[in-house]
């Protein structure tokens, strides 16, 4: 499995339950690398979605224990095993923070878009620098949009046990 995450260089994700900013390039890298792909989210990061709604032409897989949590368009799963059962093996994880937490360790990839600097965040991804198991494999140029530095980066698993 893939995960896909947008993080400072801390690693932030989120704040008040919402992304750290909007990049419309990176909008279409994410759509680019999810399209025709299952997407696997926590019911939290559904709701930061236009209208709550989940993300067309992708097949919405939801983490959520509230039995009456039933949006349209989305099969919902009450614990990570039901969703292991039928998450496909190219599907991407993306997000939030407990979901990426708990599925980090089902993932061989992970695309991370760097933002350049430290934003104020209360939501985390795990620091794959600081994980031997994990290891930057690809790179991409420095870019710019709307003053704000990022890059795109490829991490690969390069141990399970390490
Ligand atoms: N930078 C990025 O790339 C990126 C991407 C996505 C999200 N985010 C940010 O991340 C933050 C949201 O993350 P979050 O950790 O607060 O929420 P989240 O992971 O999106 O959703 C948490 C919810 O998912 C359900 N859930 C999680 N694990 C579960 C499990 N094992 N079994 C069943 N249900 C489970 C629960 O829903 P119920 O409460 O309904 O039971 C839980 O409250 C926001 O700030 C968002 O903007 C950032």
């Not at 900013?21 to 559904?46: P, Q, W």
Request: glycine share 10%.
């Amino acid at each position: 499995m893939n995960a896909i995450v947008a993080a400072d260089q801390n690693w932030g994700i989120g704040k008040d339950g919402d992304q750290l900013c909007y990049l419309s390039e990176d909008l279409k890298h994410f759509r680019a690398l999810t399209l025709g792909h299952a997407v696997i989210l926590g019911r939290r990061t559904l709701a930061t979605f236009p209208g709550g709604r989940p993300l067309k032409g992708r097949r919405n897989l939801i983490l959520s224990r509230d039995p009456a949590f039933q949006p349209e368009g989305a099969e919902v799963f009450r614990d990570i095993s039901a969703l292991l059962e039928r998450a496909p093996a190219d599907a991407f994880v993306i997000g939030g923070g407990s979901v990426y937490q708990s599925m980090l360790d089902y993932c061989d990839t992970v695309y991370v878009t760097c933002l350049e600097g430290v934003w104020p965040a209360d939501v985390f991804f795990p620091n794959l620098d600081a994980d031997p198991r994990w290891r930057l494999a690809d790179e991409g140029p420095q870019m710019e949009q709307k003053g704000t530095g990022f890059r795109y980066l490829i991490y690969r698993r390069v141990c399970d046990v390490c």
